[in-house]
């Protein structure tokens, strides 16, 4: 049976500890994790524990439940809040239904009645759980998602944004038959000029809808294929057993021609080469958007091939946008070996081996473009990664073969690599030196905060959390703590200040939250330690 984790924050020891002994909690489906005396102490835990059930007193030193509400409201809106009160007044009662507190108990508590509200809780728990594991709920929500998740699919395809893994694992899920010769883009798009014969005129968002659908009845008679919407085009996928793209060109031509007969509509049309590897298809939808752009200045309402107006680039390989992208992210990253892989494979390319080698200087150009890219995002002197007297014409004529090239892009990658990791370690230093510094000189404000020191130090606080704690070894609250205690040791030490002076001298507005920390950390009262 699941067990629903149960919190209990209650000043009166009595009544924690009464609670916490009546009741059959593993009967009634929970397991008991802790209880607290005070609203600050609760929150603390609740945020340690993420308790499913949080039980509170209205009334509470430090933080009220209604707060304590609120704030877990806030930061975990899934838990349920029970509130406790001696208050039988209306106004509170209204104040907890603002809060969502699932119910509200009057003092003095009833053992009879709290099982059967735990109880009550439980099958909402149980019902919620249910709901998010529910197998044919989760299969409607997925198949809700489908069509939103074939577009991003499709999108991310055309794109180049999908590894071949990430592509392999998806293509039975939008119905894609790896087991074919060759595969081919085209692009579909009307005229911007509309004429005013036109079906659609006033009614443009139209266009690439209607446009699908004459394609969707007509293509299917010449070659097969898939369609999607993708802006103010139709992207057309067509698959091969024979890599004959002739009947694509033909009905691509109908399918222009049908427009301009049914709609009074001009539609231009590009189609790029077959390639044998689906994750190549990017290529082939640029290769279709270059001729979609000679389709529109050759008057539009045809379809044109690519080879039929550039020439043939298998001599060619290009470094593109994805590429860039994924050598900077791979040298942020730090991994030596993903980053001699990924050189690798830069060279690996089948068309590479037809390059003549002005072609691979070229590519070794747009490479060490991308490498001063990423040293100027960081800030780095090329200096210290470039070898002395080193010039970009030197690299371009010193290298004399692919393999020379190769070598020489890993070991810059690495050496870029290395350094971003050491300025990051060092960044990490001096912000958690900034923040050390910041919290000795405003430990007295009472309001002080991780938000108000992150807004100082303009980073967020999930990222600034990770980077002080492994710094310091402790939280900013704790630390801030600790600061707060030492400051107050000193005060009761060397002066006469009274205890609750004392307390706001070193951020506490509340002099007997002061004490209950105080004596957290040293056992005994501020009062007592200066006696002593």
């Known amino acids: 049976m699941r067990l629903y984790r149960i919190l209990l924050a209650d000043d009166e020891r009595e009544i924690c500890e009464g609670i916490a002994r009546r009741i059959d909690w593993a009967q009634l489906g929970y397991t008991f994790v802790g209880s607290a005396e005070n609203g600050v102490d609760a929150l603390e835990k609740a945020e340690r524990l993420h308790p499913d059930v949080i039980m509170t007193d209205i009334k509470m030193p430090f933080l009220s439940g209604l707060d304590l509400c609120e704030r877990i409201c806030a930061m975990m809106p899934s838990t349920k809040m029970i509130v406790f009160s001696g208050f039988d007044d209306f106004k509170f009662a209204q104040q907890a239904i603002k809060l969502h507190v699932a119910e509200y108990i009057l003092k003095p508590i009833d053992s009879v009645e709290l099982t059967k509200t735990l109880k009550k809780i439980k099958a909402q728990l149980d019902r919620e759980f249910n709901e998010k594991t529910n197998i044919e709920m989760l299969r409607k929500a997925y198949e809700d998602s489908l069509p939103i998740m074939r577009q991003q699919f499709f999108s991310g395809l055309i794109e180049g944004h999908l590894t071949p893994e990430q592509l392999n694992a998806q293509a039975c899920t939008f119905h894609l038959n790896l087991d074919v010769e060759g595969w081919a883009a085209a692009l579909l798009r009307a005229d911007p000029n509309i004429d005013e014969k036109c079906n659609l005129k006033g009614k443009e968002e139209l266009i690439p809808i209607s446009v699908k659908s004459?394609?969707?009845?007509?293509?299917?008679?010449?070659?097969?294929?898939?369609d999607f919407l993708y802006y103010d085009c139709v992207i057309v996928i067509a698959y091969f057993h024979d890599n004959n793209l002739i009947p694509m060109i033909n009905g691509i031509n109908e399918v222009c021609k049908s427009a301009q007969r049914v709609l009074n509509l001009k539609v231009m049309a590009g189609i790029g080469t077959i390639k044998p590897d689906l994750h190549q298809l990017r290529e082939s939808y640029r290769e279709a958007f270059t001729a979609l752009e000679y389709s529109a200045g050759m008057g539009g309402d045809k379809a044109i091939y690519i080879n039929d107006v550039e020439p043939d680039e298998t001599a060619r390989i290009e470094f593109f946008q994805e590429d860039e992208d994924a050598i900077s992210n791979l040298i942020k990253m730090g991994d030596e070996r993903k980053i001699e892989e990924k050189i690798d494979s830069f060279f690996s390319h089948p068309k590479s081996a037809l390059l003549p080698f002005d072609q691979y200087r070229i590519y070794l150009l747009e490479i060490i473009?991308?490498?001063?890219?990423?040293?100027?995002?960081?800030?780095?002197?090329?200096?210290?990664i470039f070898d002395e007297n080193f010039s970009y014409t030197d690299a371009l004529t010193k290298l004399q073969t692919p393999d020379e090239i190769k070598q020489w892009c890993a070991?810059?990658?690495?050496?870029?690599?290395?350094?971003i990791k050491c300025q990051r370690v060092n960044n990490t230093k001096i912000l958690a030196q900034h923040a050390i510094q910041y919290i000795e000189e405003n430990y007295q404000k009472t309001g002080i905060s991780v938000e108000d020191l992150c807004s100082f130090l303009h980073v967020s606080p999930t990222y600034f959390s990770t980077v002080f704690k492994r710094e310091t070894g402790k939280s900013f609250v704790s630390y801030l703590t600790e600061v707060r205690l030492r400051q107050a040791v000193d005060l009761l030490n060397t002066t006469e200040d009274k205890t609750y002076v004392i307390a706001q001298k070193v951020g506490y507005a509340e002099p007997n939250y002061f004490s209950y920390v105080f004596k957290k950390k040293y056992g005994v009262s501020p009062s007592k330690y200066r006696d002593s």
Do not use: P
Request: proline share 0%; aromatic share 10%.
């Open 214 to 226: 004459i394609l969707d009845d007509m293509l299917g008679n010449f070659c097969s294929f898939i």
């Open 369 to 384: 473009t991308s490498f001063l890219k990423v040293l100027h995002a960081y800030g780095l002197d090329g200096s210290e």
């Open 411 to 419: 070991q810059v990658c690495i050496r870029i690599s290395s350094k």
